[in-house]
C-alpha cells in the first residue's frame, strides 16, 4: 500500500513507467447534453442554487453531528471544504534526491534576501529541530531564519495534525505533470505523496491528486499523465489507501489548468484525458473528475482561450471548479463576482449535470515571485475577504469548497500557520505578515475560520457578520 511506498518499493520503481494505453478514446460515463442544443434537466443536483438570501442564513440543513469526527468519510466530496496541498517545499540538506532549495528560493542564483521567491513566512516555531532548514536569512532579533521541507514525514504528519485539530476535512495533494519523467522529480513527489498518505491514516483526514498542467510543453502531456496514473493505481495502489478520497462511487481525481490563456494543452489533448479518466475500458483507472478552469469558463474570455473546442472539455467534467483566485480583491467585487459570474455558471453547471465546487482564498501575494507585482495585491483583512466569499458560496446552497491553498506561501494564499508581524520573519526583504492589515491575529487564524468553514458546510449557523468570531489575542495560538 502506499503509506508503506518509502520503505518497501525500489528505486528503479520510483522512477518506472507502464506502457501507454492503446490509442484512441474510449467511451462511456454519463451523456452530455449536445453543444447548441436545449440543456437537458440536471442528471443530478449541482449542489448550489443562484440566489444569495438576505440575509446572509444557512441553507444547508445539519447533517448529523456538526463535526467531521475522528475519522472523515472517504466517500464523498459532499460537505467537506478541501484544501490545496503544494508539498513541493525542499532544502539541501533534507536528504532528499533534489538536493536543493526548492521554492523558498529562486534556483538563477545563491539563496539570500535577492532570491527569495515567497511572500509569506512560515511558522516553525512547533517544529523539531530535525524539521528546520537553516536559511541565510536572519530574524530581526539576529536569529537565523528557518523554513521547512515537504520531504520530512514528520513534518507533512504535522500538517495533518493541524487539521485534526482545526476539524478539517483533507486536502488535494498536487501533482504536476510538467517533470514527471524526471526520476529525481518524481521521486521527491512520490515520497511527499506517501507522507500525505500517512498522515492522512494516522490523523483521519482524507485526500486525492490534482493534476497540474502548468509549465507542460504541448508535448507529450498525454502519455506523460495516462502513464503516471496507471503507475499511481497499478504500483502504489493510491485509490486503495483506506481514506483516499471518493465521490460518486469513484476515487476523486482532478485536473487543473486546461483553457487557461497562459497554458499550451490543446483542446484534443485535454478531450483525450478527460475520456481516459471518466471513459476508460479499465474499471480501476475510472475516477470522479474535477477540472479546475478559467474563471470565465462558460463565456470563454479574459483567463480563458476563446477556443470553441473548449466547450465541450469544459463541459464534460463531474466537478467543475473555476479558478478565482485574483478575480476579486474585497467585498464589494466579491459580491459584483459572485452576481455576474458564478449565478450564471451555477446554472449552466446544473443543466450540464455537474457540480459546482467554488475556490475560496486568504487574499494574495506574489511580489517576490512576479516582477512588478505589488505588495500585498489582495489584502486578507484579518478574515473578513474570504469569510464574505464563503458567505456568499454557502449562501448559495454549495454544499462542497475548495480552499486555495494549505500552504502556498510563494502566491501568499496559504490557510497554515504563518508569521504574525514583522518580529517573527526575515529582516530582509519585507513579507507579507498576519498584521499587515492592521489587525493582530495568532499565527492559526486561518485554520481557525476554515474549521468553522467546515462546521458550516455540516449545517452550523452561518455568521452575517464580517467574522464568524472575535479574533483571540495572539499570544493564545502561540
Same mark, same amino acid.
Given at each position: 500500500?502506499?503509506? &508503506? ?31 447548441? %442544443? ?15 438570501? $438576505? ?21 464523498? #466530496? ?22 536543493? /532549495?526548492?521554492?523558498? *528560493? ?13 511572500? $509569506? ?6 517544529? @523539531? ?27 507533512? @504528519?504535522?500538517?495533518?495534525?493541524? #487539521? ?11 501533482? *504536476? ?32 491528486? #490534482? ?17 503516471? /496514473? ?18 460518486? %462511487?469513484?476515487?476523486? $481525481? ?101 457540480? &459546482? ?27 473578513? *475577504? ?15 469548497? &475548495?480552499?486555495? #491553498?494549505?500552504?502556498?506561501? @510563494?502566491?501568499?494564499?496559504? *490557510? ?63
Amino acid at each position: 500500500m502506499l503509506r &508503506y511506498a518509502r520503505r518497501t518499493l525500489a528505486p528503479e520503481e520510483l522512477s518506472r513507467r507502464p506502457a501507454r494505453m492503446p490509442e484512441g478514446r474510449p467511451s462511456g460515463g454519463r451523456r452530455r447534453p449536445a453543444l447548441g %442544443g436545449a440543456p437537458l434537466l440536471a442528471l443530478l443536483l449541482a449542489g448550489c442554487g443562484t440566489r444569495v438570501p $438576505l440575509p446572509i442564513t444557512n441553507p444547508l440543513p445539519p447533517r448529523g453531528e456538526i463535526g467531521l469526527g475522528p475519522r472523515v468519510d472517504p466517500a464523498t #466530496m459532499d460537505r467537506k471544504l478541501l484544501l490545496g496541498y503544494q508539498g513541493w517545499f525542499g532544502c539541501p540538506d533534507d536528504g532528499s534526491p533534489l538536493r536543493r /532549495w526548492d521554492h523558498w *528560493f529562486r534556483r538563477d542564483g545563491r539563496a539570500g534576501a535577492s532570491t527569495v521567491r515567497v511572500d $509569506l513566512w512560515p511558522d516553525v516555531t512547533e517544529l @523539531d529541530a530535525d524539521e528546520r532548514c537553516r536559511t541565510p536569512l536572519t530574524l530581526p532579533d539576529g536569529r537565523p531564519a528557518e523554513v521547512y521541507s515537504a520531504y520530512n514525514p514528520r513534518t507533512v @504528519d504535522r500538517h495533518f495534525r493541524w #487539521m485534526e485539530e482545526h476539524g478539517l476535512a483533507g486536502v488535494f495533494l498536487q501533482r *504536476f505533470a510538467v517533470g514527471l519523467a524526471d526520476p529525481r522529480l518524481r521521486s521527491f513527489r512520490n515520497a511527499v505523496l506517501a507522507n500525505v498518505a500517512a498522515g492522512a491514516e494516522s490523523h483521519g483526514r482524507v485526500f486525492a491528486l #490534482m493534476y497540474d498542467v502548468s509549465g507542460h510543453p504541448r508535448e507529450g502531456l498525454v502519455e506523460h499523465v495516462e502513464a503516471d /496514473w496507471r503507475f499511481l493505481v497499478d504500483s502504489l495502489r493510491v485509490t486503495e489507501h483506506p481514506q483516499y478520497l471518493h465521490h460518486r %462511487g469513484r476515487p476523486v $481525481l482532478a485536473i487543473w489548468g486546461f483553457g487557461f490563456v497562459d497554458r499550451k494543452v490543446t483542446p484534443e489533448d485535454a478531450a483525450t484525458l478527460v475520456d481516459f479518466f471518466r471513459g476508460n475500458p479499465e474499471p480501476r483507472y475510472r475516477v470522479t473528475l474535477v477540472g479546475g478552469v478559467p474563471s470565465r469558463w462558460r463565456s470563454r474570455h479574459r483567463d480563458s482561450l476563446p477556443d470553441r473546442r473548449w466547450e465541450r472539455v469544459y463541459r464534460s467534467f463531474d466537478v467543475i471548479s473555476p479558478w478565482t483566485v485574483g478575480r476579486f480583491r474585497d467585498r464589494a467585487s466579491t459580491d459584483r463576482f459572485y452576481g455576474r459570474e458564478v449565478d450564471r455558471d451555477l446554472a449552466e453547471a446544473r443543466a450540464y449535470g455537474m457540480e &459546482y465546487l467554488p475556490v475560496v482564498f486568504p487574499g494574495f501575494s506574489w511580489h517576490h515571485l512576479k516582477d512588478g507585482a505589488p505588495f500585498n495585491q489582495i489584502p486578507r483583512r484579518g478574515g473578513r *475577504f474570504y469569510w464574505r466569499q464563503v458567505q456568499n458560496a454557502v449562501g448559495r446552497g454549495c454544499t462542497m469548497l &475548495y480552499g486555495a #491553498m494549505f500552504d502556498e506561501v @510563494d502566491e501568499g494564499t496559504a *490557510f497554515f500557520k504563518v508569521a504574525t508581524s514583522p518580529q517573527e520573519a526575515p529582516a530582509e526583504p519585507p513579507f507579507v505578515t498576519l498584521d499587515a492589515d492592521h489587525e493582530a491575529v495568532p499565527s492559526d487564524w486561518y485554520l481557525r475560520l476554515a474549521g468553522e468553514t467546515q462546521r458550516v458546510l455540516r449545517g452550523a449557523p452561518l455568521a452575517a457578520g464580517d467574522l464568524p468570531f472575535a479574533s483571540p489575542a495572539r499570544t493564545d495560538a502561540r
